[in-house]
C-alpha cells in the first residue's frame, strides 16, 4: 500500500444533512424556509461541527473566517471544513442548496491540503444536489449508494491540484501503516515516538501540528471506523 492509499484509505462520508434554504436579512421572513444568516452580535462567530458544502442559486453573502471574508456568488460551489471558525453575513436575500457531512478517515485530511475553495457551478451541479436532497430521507440501501456517488462527484473539483500543506506528512508513513496493521490492539504513544526515533513529547507535538489532532485522538478514529 503506498503513502497515500495509506493516509486515504478510509473515503466513506456520512451525510448529516442536505437541503434547500433561504437566508437574508430580517425582512425576509416571508419565505417559508428562511433562516436568518446574520450573525447574532452576542454570538458573532460559531465553529463548524460539519464539512459543509454551498451551492449558491441566486443571491450573495458573506462567510467572514479568522482568515478572511469570502464572498458567496451565485453559481458557484463552496467548501468549509469543520472545526472552522467562521461568521455569516446575508445583506438582502440568498437562495442555495447545501450539505454538511462528516467523514470516516481518523481526520480531517481538509486541513492538511491545499485546495480549491470554490469552483463554478454547471447544470449537472444542480442536478446532482438536487438528487442528494431527493434522496437523503430514502432507507433504501441503494439509495445510500447513489447518494455517495453523487456527493463524490460534487466533491472531486476541490481535489485538483491540491498539494500537501505540511510536507511533515510524509515522515509518518511508517507510524500510520503501523497504526492501521494494528488497529485490535492497545497502541501507545510511546510505540509510535520509537519507530521515528523521536521523544515521545515532541513526536506528540509534531503529529498535532501535522494533522490537526493527537496521536490518541487520531487511534481512536481509527478503531472506530477500521
Known amino acids: ?4 492509499e495509506s493516509l486515504f484509505h478510509s473515503t466513506g462520508f456520512s451525510l448529516e444533512c442536505c437541503e434547500d434554504r433561504t437566508v437574508g436579512s430580517h425582512a425576509d421572513r416571508n419565505a417559508p424556509d428562511f433562516y436568518d444568516w446574520n450573525s447574532s452580535p452576542s454570538r458573532p462567530f460559531q465553529l463548524l461541527d460539519h464539512n459543509r458544502l454551498y451551492y449558491i442559486q441566486q443571491g450573495s453573502a458573506n462567510v467572514i473566517t479568522h482568515k478572511d471574508t469570502v464572498d458567496l456568488t451565485e453559481g458557484y460551489v463552496y467548501l468549509f471544513p469543520s472545526n472552522s471558525i467562521v461568521a455569516t453575513r446575508c445583506a438582502d436575500k440568498m437562495r442555495h442548496s447545501y450539505v454538511h457531512f462528516l467523514m470516516t478517515s481518523p481526520f480531517n485530511y481538509f486541513n492538511i491540503l491545499n485546495m480549491r475553495k470554490k469552483y463554478r457551478a454547471d447544470e449537472n451541479t444542480k442536478r446532482l444536489f438536487e438528487k442528494l436532497i431527493e434522496l437523503f430521507s430514502s432507507e433504501n440501501p441503494m439509495d445510500k449508494i447513489l447518494m455517495q ?3 463524490l462527484e460534487l466533491l472531486a473539483p476541490f481535489f ?3 498539494e500537501l500543506l505540511n510536507q511533515n506528512v510524509l515522515r509518518f508513513f511508517s507510524v500510520l501503516s503501523f497504526i492501521d496493521s494494528h ?3 492497545d497502541i501507545s504513544v510511546l ?3 520509537n519507530i521515528m526515533n523521536l521523544d515521545t513529547v515532541y513526536f506528540s507535538n509534531l503529529f498535532c501540528s501535522t494533522f490537526k489532532l493527537p496521536p490518541i485522538q487520531y487511534i481512536q478514529n481509527s478503531q472506530d471506523h477500521p
Open 191 to 193: 510505540q509510535l515516538a
Open 160 to 162: 485538483d491540484g491540491a
Open 149 to 151: 456517488a453523487y456527493f
Open 183 to 185: 488497529l485490535d490492539k
Open 1 to 4: 500500500m503506498s503513502f497515500f
